[in-house]
Nanobody, 121 residues
Framework: QVHLVESGGGLAQPGGSLRLSCAVS????????MGWYRQAPGKERELVADIRKGGRTSYSDSMNGRFTISMDNAETTVYLQMNNLQPEDTGVYYC???????????????WGQGTQVTVSS
């Protein structure tokens, strides 16, 4: 079993910052990719950013350089630093990991429970 524990959501004013964290634990042989998705009210879930084993990152163009994804040295916790937040950033943010639980087993995808981010004055 793989567990994802998210934290760091909340209320921010426009122009403010928040930092999300997602800790991965459990029966993990290797983490291939960790990422953040968000789902705004009435919209589909979309990729925000992801980071691969070794540190290569990718971002959605719509983030306009305001968000930074990173991970700890153990590569088991992923962070999303969100700066200059805007009302359109409001939504539920989900952690997503692509892992292998055994040496020769298939890759599997796991989702966190989601954390609410609200940007409002």
């Amino acid at each position: 079993q793989v567990h994802l524990v998210e934290s760091g959501g909340g209320l921010a004013q426009p122009g403010g910052s928040l930092r999300l964290s997602c800790a991965v634990s459990g029966s993990v042989f290797r983490i291939n990719v960790m990422g953040w998705y968000r789902q705004a009210p009435g919209k589909e879930r979309e990729l925000v950013a992801d980071i691969r084993k070794g540190g290569r990152t990718s971002y959605s163009d719509s983030m306009n350089g305001r968000f930074t994804i990173s991970m700890d040295n153990a590569e088991t916790t992923v962070y999303l630093q969100m700066n200059n937040l805007q009302p359109e950033d409001t939504g539920v943010y989900y952690c997503n990991v692509d892992v292998k639980t055994t040496t020769y087993g298939p890759r599997k995808i796991y989702w966190g429970q989601g954390t609410q981010v609200t940007v409002s004055s």
